[in-house]
């Protein structure tokens, strides 16, 4: 499968604060995927880019598809606690594989 | 979403036992199933592709004689993880491919809750 980085690894924020995590790839990405992680549970599926330039928002979250297909983010305005997990970039590739990032591991302080 | 089950959630066993772990597309059917396994704080790492009626394919590093896919129907997929070890302790998810859903397309793959297993 095709390999990403996500950065940052981890990310510690006061509540209200806006966290950002990128995923960027050396190749051009079909389409990549998004899921959430809480702690002892399993992956939630979040949301697929596939288009150039994409930008989708769901409540307070924002993903983003760079106009190369490279990269992607996902922005999170004004944390709450229930936001607290592990965020990871999936690109899919021809075969539906999907190849995990290391996550971003998202702390918010109340 | 769509709803997928694994069973058992956790499993304890010995050194040498052999473990079978279900996974179940409870709303759709799954022409494609995946497992992977999870160390604690690690990322998720694809194992094999599971297709219906077909073998299933193995990532690199992953013993097919080991990890033992059956994918017998278009609902159901089963690892068993034979002559388990302590290093096999793992927490093990799977997840499903969903192209249709209730006559939309889609195309997610949607996880099973995972299994934890701990071999002693």
């Known amino acids: 499968g095709q390999q990403v980085m996500q950065i940052p690894q981890y990310q510690h924020v006061q509540e209200g604060e806006d966290f950002t995590t990128y995923c960027n790839s050396s190749t051009t990405l079909s389409n990549i995927q998004w899921y959430k992680q809480r702690p002892g549970g399993h992956p939630v599926f979040l949301i697929q880019l596939v288009k150039s330039g994409e930008v989708k928002k769901q409540k307070r979250l924002t993903f983003q598809f760079g106009e190369a297909k490279k990269n992607s983010s996902l922005h999170i305005t004004a944390t709450q606690t229930t936001d607290v997990g592990t965020y990871f970039c999936?690109?899919?590739?021809?075969?539906?594989?999907?190849?995990f990032g290391k996550g971003t591991k998202l702390s918010v302080i109340p | 979403g769509a709803v997928v089950s694994q069973h058992p959630s956790r499993v304890i066993c010995k050194s040498g036992t052999s473990v079978k772990i279900e996974c179940r597309s409870l709303d759709f059917q799954a022409t494609t199933m995946f497992w992977y396994r999870q160390f604690p704080k690690q990322s998720l790492m694809l194992m094999a592709t599971s297709n219906e009626g077909s073998k299933a394919t193995y990532e690199q590093g992953v013993e097919k004689d080991k990890f033992l896919i059956n994918h017998a129907s278009l609902t159901l997929s089963t690892l068993t993880v034979t002559s388990a070890h302590p290093e096999d302790s793992s927490f093990y998810i799977c997840?499903?491919?969903?192209?249709?859903?209730?006559?939309?397309?889609?195309?997610?793959?949607?996880f099973g809750p995972g299994t934890r297993l701990t071999v002693l």
């Open positions: 997840s499903a491919r969903a192209v249709e859903r209730g006559g939309s397309f889609t195309d997610t793959q949607y």
């Open positions: 999936a690109p899919g590739a021809g075969s539906y594989q999907l190849t």
